[in-house]
């Protein structure tokens, strides 16, 4: 009777595992190797390696890197939507955007309807909409909303 081999296979080297590694990872690598091009040709990465060593510079590096125009005027915009967003009355807003979301739903619906019927709203269908309480209510809001934008652009154009 034979006697049994007995063979126990080597576990893969570092260097073995790396190269199974960068072989099935050969496009995201790719794609990573672009990306940090990118970065790079940016600056991005100048400002990242100050960040991460806490050098000297990173302040200037940064300012070089939002340089210009348009980022400038970008970063003002950003600050005055803060600032109007902040002044803003969250309980207010949910109410709104919820009262949006539903106007939209809506709206689809009278979509799908009028354009299965191939045209628009009539004067009829206009007529009985503005006895409907709801679109009494979301008239008031809308029109409470442009009353409320002319009176803040006539008080802008005074200062």
């Known amino acids: ?9 080597q576990p893969p080297t570092a260097q073995e ?3 199974a590694s960068v072989t099935d990872s050969a496009e995201a690598l790719a794609e990573s190797l672009r990306l940090l091009r990118e970065l790079h040709e940016h600056g991005v990465l100048d400002v990242l390696v100050r960040l991460v060593r806490g050098g000297e510079g990173l302040s200037a590096s940064a300012l070089h890197l939002l340089a210009g125009e348009s980022s400038t005027t970008l970063i ?3 600050v005055e939507l803060g600032k109007t967003a902040s002044a803003l ?4 807003v949910r ?16 979509v799908a309807e009028f354009s299965s019927r191939n ?4 004067l ?20 409470g909303v442009l009353k409320g934008a002319g009176r803040a652009l006539r008080e802008a154009g005074e200062n």
């Open 95 to 110: 109410v709104l955007g919820q009262a949006v979301s539903a106007g939209v739903s809506e709206g689809a619906k009278y």
């Open 76 to 78: 003002k915009n950003v």
């Open 1 to 9: 009777m034979a006697k049994a081999l007995e063979f126990t296979p």
């Open 124 to 143: 009829p269908e206009l007529l009985g909409l503005l006895r409907d309480p709801d679109v009494q209510l979301a008239l008031g809001a809308v029109f």
């Open 17 to 19: 595992q790396l190269d």
């Open 89 to 92: 009355n969250p309980d207010e």
């Open 119 to 122: 045209r628009g709203i009539g």
